[in-house]
């Protein structure tokens, strides 16, 4: 490392003291800015914005003609234009046979997926394909197996299909970009705006609420800051460049130091047992010792055969970079093991208040995810990383992971009870 001589220090302290200065306008801006984005929305507060789910639900409602939304068929023509669907398809004046589905279940190959939305209208033939994909990236493969799925199921209809992300990025596969047309949320921002707007007569106020609440929920996602924010920072930046560089320097890296403590505190905690395997770069394994007699566990089809995965995930990047999650995961299972993984199913089911925002995955995997965030905004303060990790671990470890131990455990036993009758 190269040293700072005292001419180079005596430079640098005066220069972070003005930026410190300078940045004070910009700092009232985004105060400004978050006390707006502080407003009651109905999708923040149900922890919903996030999720890809809350957005498929949304967009397959709006998709529906026969919805009762009060856009009619407005969205779903709209929407068909904006993706390049011909216009005398998309324009076609009746929609009222058309139908909109969440997660088209298949297989292909010996492999299960779900379509994220399908828009069906058999009397014209026709149908609108939409893998959404708003935080997560799409799995190998995948698209083309919904593609040769749709295919088979429908041969003889007109068959578009639409790539939606948050930024209208192309999919991985060169062969797949030939096929599926890409939209962003921008896009999807645009059609709602325009619905409230063009059906404003045949729309419910409460439905106009909720479009409402959506739309500004779109805008803290897919909109930057404000022109004036980022000509200011512009400003500073160019005005005091050393002295941001330098700050930059420095920034604590949130995604590797919160990886690098949880995996500590894993180590450090009584009964847990770290994992070592990292094919998952934002999330962290761990398993309960007390789970070591359960010999039913260890018959998961993932390597190394573990039924159940307990893991920790890590926010990488975006405005939510640092915040961390617990969640379980449940393999598909070998023959010896599916009776106990659908009691487990089960179990989980009906303890939705522990295990929640159940996801099954193309692979026949399963996760459910902790009520609550591990680490939050506000642990990533000035006072982050005095020990804030291993605390929120220790507390998450003597509290809502023991109920949670404590129902697995409970489960399993009942489940032997029943195999020894």
């Known amino acids: 490392m190269v040293q700072m001589s005292d001419t180079d220090t005596a430079k640098m302290v005066p220069a972070l003291e003005w930026l410190r200065s300078a940045l004070e306008p910009l700092k009232q801006l985004l105060a400004e800015e978050r006390q707006a984005s502080a407003e009651f929305n109905l999708f923040e507060l149900l922890e919903r914005h996030r999720r890809e789910e809350t957005h498929s639900r949304v ?21 068909l234009l904006t993706t390049g669907c011909p216009l005398e398809v998309a324009d076609n004046s009746d929609w009222s046979q058309g139908t909109s589905q969440r997660e088209w279940g298949h297989e292909v190959d010996g492999t299960r ?41 429908y041969q003889n209809f007109t068959r578009h299909y639409v790539f939606l992300t948050l930024a209208g990025i192309s999919p991985r596969s060169e062969d797949e970009r030939a096929h599926w047309i890409c939209a962003s949320y921008t896009d999807i921002l645009e059609i709602v705006e325009r619905s409230i707007n063009e059906c404003a007569s045949e729309m419910r106020d409460d439905v106009r609420v909720f479009l409402q609440h959506y739309t500004n929920t779109l805008r ?31 920034k604590p890296k949130y995604f590797d130091d ?28 761990f398993q309960p010792d007390v789970l070591e007699e359960f010999e039913v566990l260890k018959a998961g089809k993932w390597m190394p055969n573990h039924l159940l995965w307990f893991e920790f995930g890590c926010i990488e990047k975006g405005d939510d970079v640092g915040k961390a999650w617990f969640q379980i995961e449940l393999a598909p299972a070998l023959d010896k093991g599916k009776v106990v993984r659908e009691k487990i199913i089960e179990t989980f089911r009906r303890r939705s208040d522990l295990f929640q925002r159940e996801t099954e995955y193309d692979d026949s995997g399963m996760r459910w995810e902790a009520q609550d965030w591990l680490i939050k905004d506000a642990d990533l303060g000035t006072d982050w990383d005095a020990g804030i990790v291993r605390h929120r671990v220790n507390q998450f470890a003597s ?7 404590e129902v697995i455990v409970n489960c399993l036993r009942e489940y032997e009870t029943e195999q020894d009758q």
Do not use: M
């Open 59 to 79: 967009l397959t409602w709006l998709l529906d003609p026969n919805g009762n939304h009060g856009v009619g068929d407005y969205f779903l023509k709209t929407f």
């Open 113 to 153: 997926g779900s379509l994220d939305i399908l828009v069906v209208d058999a009397s014209k033939q026709f149908l609108c394909a939409i893998e959404n994909k708003v935080f997560h990236d799409e799995s190998a493969g995948q698209l083309n197996r919904y593609r040769r799925a749709l295919e088979e199921s």
């Open 220 to 250: 803290k996602i897919v909109i930057p800051e404000s022109t004036e924010i980022q000509q200011l920072a512009r400003k500073i930046y160019l005005e005091h460049k050393d002295a941001v560089e330098r700050v930059l320097k420095y």
């Open 258 to 285: 919160v990886k690098r403590r949880l995996k500590k505190a894993i180590e450090q905690q009584e009964g847990w047992t770290l994992e070592t395997q990292d094919d998952t770069p934002d999330l962290i394994y």
């Open 399 to 405: 509290n809502e992971f023991q109920s949670i131990l």
